[in-house]
């Protein structure tokens, strides 16, 4: 067995690939909900998911967008409503991997921590999992067919409203 | 828009930056306040700022320093001084993107956590944010012009005397 | 001084450790407890260790295995016992830097950040610290002659029995 197996990958793919999950990061750490369906295919899967649900392979996710127009409405929806308390996101992504390059995508799974501030509280740790993408060329640039945000907990948290 | 804009560095530049953050990253982590100084050019500005003031553009700063000197001096009080409980310090730097390429300097913007542990406490987040730098060529190595620390907690943490 | 003194290693090297860092980080966080010795060379050391012992070359440490066989047992006492609350683990790790390069092997150095996750609550910061490396070229892979864990806090998580 080879301990680290990593693909072959050319040094400008794994460039690309670095940039385009630091945007993401960026895009929602700013608070610029309108840019984050950019991130996506016009037929993406977004989901959010229980790692429990996740590998049972149940279908239960906390949220499923099955198009970047899904995830323009959670969008709207997100700034109309006011329910829930005003907070600041920041996003540490790691162990960024590409696990397979197929004819229909690169498979790449990445660790991440998602760390939350709300007014007069100190930071602290929110939610932590895994993205298992598939991330498509298209155009000049690389999009997200498919993005499954696996989160640990069992707990939901009851302000996952925005995106991971 | 393409969704990684991600800028044409070449990889060498890349490296570098790399190695430059995780130098400075380092020098803290193993409480070598001396070495860090070094690590910005002699005009340097160095702040610790909360978001609500950067993004409000509002002057007010929790650390500034306006030269290397004044970041010097600040180690030599930090090593005076013994009103702080000890504590080590933990960086996790994530999401390092090449923002602009100027002729005054590299535009550059990371994600930090900070993490902290003090005697007979299990460790835990301290502060989290972004770096927002300028980063230069100097004789043989990168260094930072400047380093906008942008915390997240609008709650001042009492033990941020400690660079960030 | 050279701020970023960074090794001139050549991308494909640099890209070589960072696969082995995910693949690591990935099987512990997928609960792959065999795979795990894999990772290291058949003599090597694994220590977990607190940063207090560490400094002061104090030999007490957590764990302390000599031997990839020493890895192979713990794992097969782990799986057989159920002292320990089931929990998921996630890592972040970061700022891996490559030190030196001798002829018995690469120096190495990097941040970890551990998360867990019990049943029916939040995510939590478990354990924050350093890894010291020596990484060896075996075979067709990379594999960890040494791997010296030494965490920031000096109290001992009681549920430290997974491997970092």
């Known amino acids: 067995m080879i301990a680290a197996p990593g693909l072959d990958a050319p040094f400008d793919l794994r460039a690309r ?9 960026d895009a929602l750490d700013d608070g610029e909900l309108e840019r984050w369906p950019d ?3 016009e037929n993406c899967v977004y989901k959010v998911i229980p790692r429990e649900n996740f590998e049972r392979e149940l279908p239960i996710a906390l949220i499923y967008c099955e198009s970047r127009d899904m995830l ?4 709207v929806a997100l700034r109309e409503t006011a329910l ?9 992504t790691g162990n960024i991997r ?7 995508g690169l498979r790449l799974t990445a ?9 007069d509280q100190p930071s602290e740790l929110f939610l932590c999992g895994r993205y298992h993408d598939k991330v498509v060329e298209e155009g000049a640039g690389l999009r997200f067919a498919e993005r499954i945000c696996v989160y640990d907990s069992t707990v939901v948290p009851t302000s996952l409203v925005y995106p991971v």
Chains 1, 2, 3 share one sequence.
């Open 111 to 119: 660790n991440f921590a998602l760390f939350q501030s709300m007014v």
């Open 84 to 92: 829930y308390v005003p907070r600041l996101v920041r996003h540490l």
């Open 39 to 41: 991130f996506f295919t």
């Open 98 to 104: 590409l696990r397979a390059i197929e004819p229909q």
């Open 17 to 25: 690939l670095a940039d385009l999950y630091c945007a993401y990061s």
């Open 72 to 75: 323009a409405d959670r969008v």
